[in-house]
């Protein structure tokens, strides 16, 4: 891993440079409307998938992703697709990225419109001063929040298993799972959970996406959350209501079918 785009998510590195940081000033209104925007486009997108993905136990959904449910789980993504396309009128795939090493996010079909929800970022959500140096080692998708939350984006080692430990202690009364575990897959049930798979800028390319922080009401949280790829790395004991921390990708210019997404990781917006 190149220490040039590893840094950027290297906790200690960025503590560090935290204060030359590159701020992009959006005033207060600007930024409420915004967050406003992910949300109201979010919680359709989370209804029509409700209607298709029912919450499972989380013995339920190691059997769903066993080599006898393949077809089933394949069947059951391209639905999940399908339906997020007629809302949105896009949709994304995983490819080799044009730019950097590795993966990238591309349009496949359709045409992304400014101010849209394109994507959410997975992970395990750290609370300031939670314990996250270890995970940050060699790891290049954890992304830092305003406010000191830190979102632990990696799929693979030590993260996947805290995720999914995260996820099978936080069931519900009904011994059903509150957080979306089929991201760890790369290909997730919930077609929007590929945020961490977006690359960042380079001196040719500028981003095409920002992120958006928001707090998913707990209403929507107690309804959706099997459907929303982020669990909590420490107990919630007001579990029940309890909002959670999303980051939304939204496009900041249209992005036509084929062009790959772009962010920028060491950039944040603030009041």
């Given at each position: 891993m190149k220490w040039k785009s590893f840094k950027h998510r290297f906790v200690p590195w960025v503590a560090a440079n935290w204060s030359t940081r590159l701020v992009r000033s959006v005033d207060s209104h600007s930024l409420i409307e915004k967050q406003f925007e992910a949300l109201s486009q979010l919680k359709p997108q989370l209804e029509t998938l409700s209607l298709i993905l029912k919450p499972l136990t989380p013995l339920a959904f190691k059997s769903n992703l066993s080599d006898t449910n393949q077809l089933k789980y394949q069947t059951l993504c391209s639905s999940a697709v399908k339906s997020l396309f007629d809302i949105n009128n896009f949709t994304l795939h995983v490819s080799p990225s044009l730019q950097a090493e590795g993966l990238g996010v591309f349009v496949n079909q359709g045409r992304v419109k400014e101010s849209q929800l394109v994507a959410l970022y997975p992970g395990t959500i750290y609370l300031p001063l939670q314990p996250i140096l270890l995970q940050s080692l060699h790891n290049s998708y954890i992304l830092r929040c305003v406010d000191g939350i830190h979102i632990d984006g990696r799929h693979t080692h030590l993260s996947r298993l805290i995720y999914r430990s995260c996820a099978f202690r936080d069931v519900?009364?009904?011994?059903?799972?509150?957080?979306?575990?089929?991201?760890?897959?790369?290909?997730?049930?919930?077609?929007?959970?590929?945020?961490?798979?977006?690359?960042?800028?380079?001196?040719?390319?500028?981003?095409?996406?920002?992120?958006?922080?928001?707090?998913?009401?707990?209403?929507?949280v107690d309804e959706y959350g099997y459907l929303l790829p982020n669990c909590c790395y420490g107990p919630r004991l007001d579990a029940k209501d309890a909002s959670r921390r999303v980051v939304a990708l939204m496009a900041t210019r249209d992005i036509t079918q084929g062009e790959e997404i772009y962010s920028s990781y060491f950039t944040i917006a603030t009041k």
């Open positions: 519900n009364s009904s011994s059903q799972l509150t957080s979306d575990l089929s991201w760890l897959s790369l290909q997730p049930l919930n077609p929007l959970s590929i945020g961490q798979l977006v690359n960042n800028q380079s001196r040719e390319i500028q981003p095409n996406v920002e992120y958006i922080e928001l707090d998913v009401p707990g209403s929507m």
